[in-house]
């Protein structure tokens, strides 16, 4: 009785801990609720430096007037899904909101472009493997 406890437990802990790496494979919809924070960019924390990242894969795809989810995703994701793990800590640090600021400096998108084009389910924008 005892063996099938532990197994059981044991059971419970790979499936939390398979949960945990299929979830960081996404990029939150947590994340796209943060655009336009309205707080100056000075005051806002964020371990990844933002600013200077390269913004060209996003705005040589995804152009205006006409936004074509099928170039703007895939550059989206290539730009932002190798900070997922920091974009999806929303509680914890103000990445996401940095990071839209910047991809509206750079690209002039209209606010909620990514949200209505590029959300893929309820987890939100799934990220390939690295």
Do not use: W
Request: proline share 5%; charged share 20%; glycine share 6%.
């Amino acid at each position: 009785m005892a063996l099938n406890r532990e197994v059981l437990i044991l059971r419970m802990v790979l499936f939390m801990a398979l949960i945990g790496l299929s979830v960081s494979s996404f990029i939150s919809n947590e994340v796209f609720k943060t655009e336009r924070s309205g707080r100056s960019l000075a005051e806002m924390y964020c371990p990844v430096d933002f600013k200077h990242q390269n913004y060209t894969i996003l705005t040589s795809k995804c152009k205006a007037p006409k936004y074509y989810g099928r170039l703007c995703c895939p550059a989206f994701k290539k730009f932002a899904c190798p900070f997922s793990d920091v974009l999806n800590a929303v509680d914890k640090n103000d990445c996401a909101s940095i990071m839209f600021d910047y991809i509206d400096i750079y690209g002039k998108y209209p606010p909620g472009l990514f949200f209505t084009k590029c959300v893929e389910g309820s987890f939100g924008l799934r990220c390939p493997d690295a």
